[in-house]
């Protein structure tokens, strides 16, 4: 047996099980290549983000706790898959999908480490926090600022109106009205040169 206790076993399943969130793929293209980037890029990217950007909180969070957030929340894809932004069919089994799904990966860890990361998880899916909230702007611009400047390139492939775009930040101002400015400022640009509708 190469493990020595029950609770390292599980940790290490848990490790290698998350391995496949680098083979989800989502819409959003990475800059340099033509190719989509993965759940695992995605997550790190915005991690990293929180570190950088928590001076535009509206309100004073706890940054590490924002990137734990950030790195798992979107580990419940790897059961449940990417649901694009603009995918309204898609969004009608999301909850339910993802809920599984968490209960599955989560499940693999120890008892104490599966109820702090489902809790993370959950709190993120929820914006029951200043730190979900913040989370969610940053989960939203990144592929914002990407498509911007790859462009418009995935907007243009599944025909993305303003509006759409638009209305992802509806309520994202209360979290970071800087962030949410640079949003909008970016969508009226990338309109005004048409690669949104």
């Not at 399943?13 to 998350?18: G, L, N, P, S």
């Not at 793929?25 to 980037?37: A, F, I, N």
């Not at 899916?125 to 592929?143: C, M, T």
């Not at 498509?147 to 509806?170: F, L, M, P």
Request: proline residues 1%; glycine residues 4%.
């Amino acid at each position: 047996m190469i493990y020595d206790t029950e609770r390292l076993q599980k940790q290490i399943e848990f490790v290698i099980e998350i391995d496949k969130l680098k083979n989800i793929y989502r819409q959003t293209y990475v800059l340099g290549e033509e190719r989509k980037e993965n759940d695992s890029e995605h997550s790190w990217h915005i991690a990293l983000m929180a570190f950088l950007l928590a001076e535009y909180s509206e309100k004073t969070i706890d940054v590490l706790k924002t990137m734990k957030m950030l790195l798992i929340h979107d580990i419940v894809e790897i059961d449940a898959g990417d649901t694009y932004c603009y995918d309204a069919e898609g969004y009608k089994t999301k909850a339910e999908r993802e809920e599984k799904a968490a209960q599955r990966i989560f499940g693999l860890l120890p008892e104490n480490q599966c109820s702090e990361l489902y809790a993370l998880w959950r709190e993120f899916e929820d914006g029951s926090s200043d730190e979900a909230k913040f989370a969610a702007v940053l989960d939203r611009i990144q592929p914002l600022i990407l498509n911007y400047t790859k462009n418009g390139i995935s907007w243009k492939e599944h025909d993305v109106c303003k509006e759409q775009v638009a209305g992802r930040y509806s309520q994202t101002a209360e979290a970071s009205e800087k962030l949410t400015q640079l949003a909008m400022n970016i969508i009226n640009d990338a309109h005004e040169k048409g690669w949104l509708k």
